[in-house]
Structures are given as structure tokens and as C-alpha cells.
């Protein structure tokens, strides 16, 4: 069965309709007047209100529910592709361990390889279990003061040991900060941040990630790509839930969809802004969180501060 794929349809029949409402509430006014009946001039300009009003809600509606549409089937699709894709891997290599004498260094290579595809389907359970905790409002009991510099390095091995890359492909640059929240929000944030950084970076990423306290009262925090970027009018986009640039069924990155809506959402939920913007000249994406904060005396670091090996702000 096709899918709707577009949102002109509904959008030139609500404005068609509207239009004409419009001409026909302007006809009545001036036939009214000059009949001189005010009485049913008046019954008729609500009626027609009404009548408008109930257009542009349909409309409304309408583009909403469409959009809606879109953005599930999105994500149908991306989960039926990240959990076939998988499982058709382990099965292949699971039958030809068992119908065939694999030499041993091949079959380390398909253990490996069934790993990989075992790690993407754990993967795809925690955006999953990620997203449902979205609706647990947390406790006052919960919410912690959280020395943000651990967290962030936390983060960044866990994103190089999925990938299997080297620590140094993340640069960090972290002055010593806190910020309050849950410790398990804090983590997907930056989590998620930084995984899409490497993701969509390639096999040359080099990710920045920097935090200091500004004179606002906020830890500012920028994860920084080297990756293709983002289009300037499709930022804003790709915070909404399922949403995934391009076709799904022929992107080569894996995903749900559901990374960036979990950052947005936890980041307002901790009364905090997340904004994304190109490199100028360079190619590369920057997200910037900002989360309310202060920074940290150097007395009360429980830990030695991090060494700043790439990116300096300013």
C-alpha cells in the first residue's frame, strides 16, 4: 500500500477552500447591504465565521495528522531495516558455522562480526527503552548535583568502544563544571550527541567535545562533527520524533529516528536549550546544549581535570 509522501495536497485544498469562503462572506456582506437586511446579515457573517474557523481547523488537523503519518512510517521502516538486517546477518553466519568446517581465523571473524550485529540490536532496545522512560517525570529526590566532566568522559569511551575506534578520535576539552538532573539524562543527552558525531562522521571523524560555565548561570556544552552537516533549513526538523533525513529504505547510517527527539526532550525537561548550527567555512555540525549550572571551585574537583587535547573555546 503507498504511503502519503506529501503535504501539497491537503495544504491546496484548505487554502482553496478558504478562498472561496472568503469570497462567498464578502458576496453575502455586499448582497446584504444592499437588501438592507441587517438581521440576516448578522446570522450569516457568524454562520460564515464558523464555517472558516471549522476550515482552517480541518486544515490544521489534516497537515498534522499527514505529517504524523509520515514520520511513523519513518520509523516503521527503520526499525523493520534495523532489526531484519541483523538477525539476516546471524543467520548466515550461524548456518555456515554449522553446515561447514570454517577455518579458525574465519570463524573468529564471524564471531566478530556476529558481536557487531548483536551490539546493533542492543542499540535499537535502548532507543527504544530510552524513549519510553521520556514519559517518568522525575522526582525532586532524583534530581542530583552531578560534576558534568566524568559524565562526558563516560560518554565518549563508551561511543569509541562501540565503534571500536581510538579514545583520541573525541578531543575534550572540559573545564570543571555541575550541572543538576538525573544522572541517566545527563548521560543520554551526550550520549546520543556524541554517538551521531561519530556516526555520521565516517571512518576520518575527529569529534570535538568542550564545556565551560558562562556568567548566565548555564554549563554550556558543544559536541562538534566533521561529518557532511546539516542543511540550514532542516535543523530544526530533525529534532522531531522519527525524523530521518532522506529515504530510509536507502540510507546507509542505522538509526531510528528517535536520538535527537531524546535530547530535545530531556534537555527542556532540565529547563535547558539545545541548538545546532554549521561550521562556516568547514565542513561538520556543532550542537550546543546549555544546562543551568555553575562552575566548579578547583578545591571541590574530586578528580583531576580533564587535559584539553583538541578544541578550545573562546
Not at 482553496?16 to 446570522?43: D, F, K, P, R
Not at 581510538?166 to 555541575?178: H, I, R
Not at 571551585?297 to 578544541?311: E, I, K, M, Q, T
Request: hydrophobic share 45%.
Amino acid at each position: 500500500m503507498s504511503r502519503p509522501r506529501s503535504l501539497g495536497w491537503p495544504i491546496t485544498l484548505g487554502v482553496v477552500l478558504i478562498v472561496l469562503l472568503v469570497a462567498l462572506m464578502i458576496g453575502w456582506v455586499v448582497l446584504s447591504i444592499q437588501e438592507g437586511t441587517w438581521g440576516l446579515l448578522t446570522v450569516g457573517t457568524i454562520f460564515l465565521v464558523l464555517v472558516l474557523v471549522g476550515v482552517v481547523l480541518y486544515l490544521t488537523i489534516a497537515v498534522t495528522q499527514i505529517s504524523l503519518n509520515q514520520r511513523q512510517s519513518n520509523f516503521i521502516d527503520s526499525v523493520t531495516h534495523e532489526l531484519k538486517s541483523p538477525i539476516a546477518s546471524l543467520k548466515l553466519y550461524l548456518q555456515t558455522l554449522s553446515r561447514r568446517n570454517v577455518p579458525e581465523a574465519q570463524q573468529a571473524d564471524f564471531y566478530r562480526f556476529m558481536l557487531a550485529d548483536l551490539d546493533r540490536l542492543d542499540t535499537l532496545i535502548n532507543h527504544m527503552l530510552d524513549a519510553a522512560r521520556l514519559d517518568q517525570i522525575p522526582l525532586d529526590g532524583e534530581l542530583l548535583d552531578l560534576e558534568l566532566a566524568p559524565i562526558l568522559e563516560s560518554c565518549a569511551l563508551t561511543v569509541c568502544l562501540r565503534y571500536r575506534i581510538p579514545a583520541e578520535t573525541v578531543s575534550l576539552d572540559l573545564a570543571p563544571t555541575v550541572v543538576r538532573g538525573r544522572p541517566i539524562d545527563i548521560e543520554m543527552v551526550f550520549r546520543n550527541l556524541i554517538d551521531n558525531a561519530v556516526k555520521y562522521s565516517g571512518t576520518q571523524a575527529k569529534i570535538g567535545v568542550e564545556s565551560w560555565a558562562n556568567i548566565r548561570g548555564m554549563v554550556v556544552t558543544r559536541v562538534s562533527d566533521n561529518g557532511p552537516g546539516i542543511p540550514a533549513k532542516l535543523r530544526r526538523k530533525i529534532f522531531g520524533r522519527f525524523v530521518r533525513l532522506g529515504n530510509e529504505l536507502e540510507r546507509a547510517q542505522t538509526g531510528t529516528g528517535l536520538g535527537l527527539f531524546i535530547v530535545r526532550t530531556l534537555v527542556k525537561r532540565m529547563r535547558g536549550k539545545i541548538t545546532v548550527r554549521g561550521r562556516g567555512p568547514r565542513p561538520g555540525t556543532v550542537f550546543e546544549v546549555e544546562l543551568p549550572g555553575h562552575a566548579l571551585p578547583a578545591s571541590d574537583v574530586s578528580r583531576p581535570a580533564v587535559v584539553a587535547v583538541g578544541l578550545k573555546h573562546g
